[in-house]
């Protein structure tokens, strides 16, 4: 039977990889789950998040139906397992235990040693490609999603939620009665009342609407806590990225602020501040935030990010947006940190869009001044 071992980045790609391969033993690697475990706690694209959670949702799903560690049936048959690193193993020649792709090349080694007719290693990373080469491993690369801009602008974000048009309105609606209410309540003798939300309403709730109500609620009685006012604002950022609602980018700013008068340092969240200037339109103040962040730390990944993004497809300054994403494609290329590898791809991308769309405006780019040309169309 044939086994196969997926990489995180396939899985990010694409979460129904997991049920790619009728028939097979899917072998996930328990390195796998720590790096999509990251994705939990950075400020990432929404659908990196989503397809983070769930691949999470899905092996939770199989987990119900017997022990991961040992094999579970899978609908289309063959198996999937989650496979530690041995720790009384050696690590094979050249591998190092402190980087993450070498420790799932491990595993697949590990895997072989047991019992495998036919082991395939599944991943669209070129250096864990050449290692698995150089251990004997077979390799195969899986084709990323492709789509046209219906899919990926219309379609996607409203399918990552598994609810049609008519569930996602009337979700919304029960939403906004249910913080009706719960401002309704504040009005009342008891401060203790505001909490009284019934529990039939909040189970209709998305746990990013939950989040932000039960934030409203508390800031009712301590309206300066810090943590309270910073989880406002994360459900607010999250509601415009699920519903590309303006107002809740406008919201978002107003507890963003609010937080950073009293922590300043927060360069996580004046990043967060930045994208949601600029999705209120305000591309001149985003850019300012995103380069306060970075003159105090220019490594930080996601200000980069956005300041690329700010260049783009605020100013359509071609040249700005292709130096800092050619900044950002040199921060993360020789990283073994699975969010830095999609960062830089995601770099490359969009390098690549900018050199095209800067032709098509007549505004073309000199590639060798600029010292892009080696990064343009996703190679080096």
């Known amino acids: 039977m044939r086994t196969v071992v997926l990489d995180t980045n396939v899985l990010l790609a694409d979460p129904a990889a997991l049920m790619a391969f009728p028939g097979a033993n899917v072998i996930i690697p328990e390195t796998v789950l720590g790096e999509i475990d990251k994705l939990k706690t950075q400020r990432v694209d929404p659908d990196l998040r989503f397809r983070g959670r769930e691949v999470s949702r899905m092996l939770f799903e199989y987990s119900e139906n017997g022990s991961l560690a040992a094999g579970v049936d899978l609908p289309g048959g063959g198996t999937i397992r989650v496979v530690p690193l041995r720790a009384d193993l050696d690590m ?198 995103a380069t306060t962040v970075l003159d105090v730390q220019p490594d930080h990944l996601q200000a980069n990010f956005n300041l690329g993004i700010f260049y783009w497809r605020g100013r359509a300054d071609y040249k700005a947006a292709a130096l800092q994403f050619k900044k950002l494609i040199m921060l993360t290329e020789k990283s073994g940190d699975a969010h830095a590898k999609l960062i830089n791809q995601d770099a490359r991308t969009n390098l690549a869009a900018i050199v095209k769309e800067a032709e098509a405006a007549k505004q073309p780019l000199d590639l060798d001044a600029l010292g892009i040309r080696t990064y343009v169309g996703g190679t080096q």
């Open 92 to 289: 094979p020649e050249g591998l190092s235990g402190r980087n993450a792709d070498d420790r799932i090349l491990a595993v697949a080694v590990q895997v072989c040693q047991n019992d495998c007719d036919d082991l395939t290693l599944i991943t669209n990373d070129l250096n864990m490609l050449l290692k698995a080469q150089s251990l004997g491993i077979k390799v195969e690369r899986r084709a990323e999603l492709e789509g046209g801009f219906a899919r990926k602008y219309v379609i996607r974000p409203f399918q990552r939620y598994r609810v049609p048009f008519t569930i996602l309105a009337i979700a919304l609606a029960v939403f906004a009665g249910v913080l009706a209410l719960a401002f309704y309540a504040t009005n009342l003798s008891s401060p203790t009342e505001t909490a009284q939300v019934p529990t039939e309403f909040r189970d209709l709730l998305t746990a990013d609407q939950r989040n932000l109500l039960d934030g409203l609620v508390a800031l009712q009685k301590s309206p300066n806590d810090a943590a309270t006012i910073k989880q406002v604002a994360n459900a607010y950022y999250n509601l415009r990225d699920q519903t590309g609602n303006v107002s809740f980018a406008q919201k978002a700013l107003e507890y963003y602020t609010r937080y950073l008068a009293t922590n300043p340092n927060d360069n996580d969240v004046r990043t967060d501040l930045a994208a949601m200037y600029f999705y209120t339109g305000a591309t001149d103040k985003a850019i300012q935030e």
